[in-house]
């Protein structure tokens, strides 16, 4: 899909990588979980799985052949959303963008994050900054499944070629080219987009000046 700025009308953000930095928040969380199970804690080969995948897809993951799966997952319904939202960080520079960006374009999230997203956008006093929310809890298909990304289209009334999807995984990547939508890989050089965003900046001047 070949972006036409001139054309886009709303901006879709994934959460995790995007507008925040949870790395340390989910270590925390699946951590606490495993350590209840005596099982060894996350090595950062699980790290990339953990920041794209839902939470039962995670944990189904981690305890594969375990006889405690059902438990993990009891365990992990039985944690509030806010578990460990404490350590999560905003990306630089996102609350200035997304101020500026929401003057002139619908907004949106789609992300594989569940009950959580609601409480960790109003801790971070970014919920307000979002036109429609679209979670792992809304779908019946995940991501890479383009299902969040229509669904939002349907709700903003928009044809795919008029929103930029950004996202940094090839889970993003794969959900946006299903969906027919351009590509904005943030801070990922190597996947493959219709624009690379060094930062959130970057964002606002091929808004403005094109790409």
Known sequence: MTMDAGRIRGIIYDCDGVLVDSVESNRAYYNHILTRFDLPVLDESW??????????????????????????????????????????????????VLRRVK???????????????????????????????VTSND???????????????????????????????????ETAARAGTPFAAYRNEVLKADLHLPDHAHLLKVLISGP
């Not at 059902?70 to 960080?89: I, M, N, S, T, Y």
């Not at 669904?151 to 090839?170: C, K, M, Q, T």
């Open 47 to 96: 790290m990339s799985l953990v920041l794209t995948g839902t939470g039962r897809g995670v944990l189904e993951a981690l305890f594969e052949g375990s006889p405690f799966i059902g438990d993990a997952l009891e365990l992990q319904r039985q944690l509030p959303p806010e578990a460990f939202l404490d350590l999560v960080k905003p990306e630089p520079q996102i609350y200035e």
């Open 139 to 173: 779908v019946t298909r995940h991501k890479p499944d383009p299902q969040c990304v229509l669904i939002i289209l349907e709700r903003l009334g928009f044809e795919p070629g008029e929103v930029l999807y950004v996202g940094d995984s090839d889970v993003d990547r």
């Open 103 to 133: 003057m002139r374009y619908r907004t949106a999230v789609a992300t594989n994050r569940g009950k959580s997203l609601v409480p960790l956008l109003e801790m971070l006093k970014m919920k307000d900054l979002f036109d429609v929310l």
